[in-house]
């Protein structure tokens, strides 16, 4: 194989569940497009990788300091919701079912992988709940272990806030599962959080 083609592979394969064989299978594909084309990608990759910021209100992605959600003045400033990373965000958005702000913590505490409270975006929650204005706050955390620990340090520190509502979003069992299937904690959750039918 072509050094400059085990080079490609070798980077390709550096991105989540990219193997080899996808890999190879892609540095062929760029191989097959215009020149032009393959120039544009990188050049986008590297500008994106360079030029992203922060948003310093969210911490969402964003090409200046404040993201558009955070700028959009229709949208409901007195509701967070409070997502591990900008992929749960971008997956919330897309249901086109909520309008409140968000905000991005950039992972969940995990000490078995050095993650502590003080490497997340916590402080930066808590300053923008003091400024004022702020009604609730609306946890959107996995329910991994990592998940549950971080759900449950999150409410410890909103407990200082006076009169703040706190609320997680509803866990239980998906739809189309089937309940034999379905693991312990999922169904205490989804008894948990029942509701009465209307």
């Given at each position: 194989?072509?050094l400059l083609?085990?080079?490609?592979?070798?980077e390709?394969?550096?991105?989540?569940?990219?193997?080899?064989?996808?890999?190879l299978?892609?540095?062929m594909?760029l191989?097959?497009?215009e020149?032009e084309?393959v120039?544009?990608m990188t050049?986008?990759?590297?500008?994106?990788?360079?030029?992203?910021k922060?948003?310093t209100?969210?911490n969402?992605?964003?090409?200046s300091?404040?993201?558009?959600?955070?700028?959009?003045k229709e949208r409901d400033h007195?509701?967070i919701?409070?997502?591990e990373?900008?992929a749960?965000?971008l997956s919330?958005e897309?249901?086109?079912q909520?309008?409140g702000?968000y905000?991005?913590?950039?992972?969940?505490?995990?000490?078995m992988q050095?993650?502590?409270p003080?490497?997340?975006?916590i402080?930066?929650?808590?300053?923008?709940i003091?400024?004022g204005?702020?009604k609730?706050?609306?946890?959107?955390i996995?329910t991994?272990?990592?998940?549950?620990t971080?759900?449950?340090?999150l409410?410890?520190?909103?407990?200082q806030?006076?009169?703040?509502?706190?609320?997680?979003?509803?866990?239980?069992?998906g739809f189309?599962?089937?309940?034999e299937?379905?693991?312990e904690l999922t169904i205490t959750h989804a008894?948990?959080n029942?509701r009465?039918l209307e």
């Amino acid at each position: 194989m072509s050094l400059l083609l085990q080079n490609v592979v070798g980077e390709l394969t550096k991105l989540p569940g990219i193997g080899r064989r996808t890999a190879l299978r892609l540095a062929m594909h760029l191989l097959r497009m215009e020149p032009e084309s393959v120039d544009e990608m990188t050049s986008a990759i590297a500008r994106f990788r360079h030029e992203i910021k922060h948003c310093t209100r969210c911490n969402n992605l964003s090409d200046s300091d404040i993201c558009p959600v955070c700028a959009d003045k229709e949208r409901d400033h007195a509701t967070i919701c409070v997502v591990e990373q900008v992929a749960d965000l971008l997956s919330i958005e897309n249901t086109h079912q909520y309008r409140g702000t968000y905000h991005v913590l950039g992972g969940v505490i995990s000490p078995m992988q050095g993650i502590a409270p003080s490497d997340l975006k916590i402080d930066l929650l808590c300053e923008r709940i003091a400024a004022g204005g702020v009604k609730e706050v609306i946890l959107a955390i996995s329910t991994s272990v990592e998940g549950e620990t971080t759900l449950f340090y999150l409410m410890s520190r909103l407990r200082q806030f006076e009169g703040l509502k706190v609320t997680t979003i509803a866990r239980g069992i998906g739809f189309g599962d089937e309940l034999e299937y379905v693991d312990e904690l999922t169904i205490t959750h989804a008894m948990l959080n029942r509701r009465e039918l209307e």
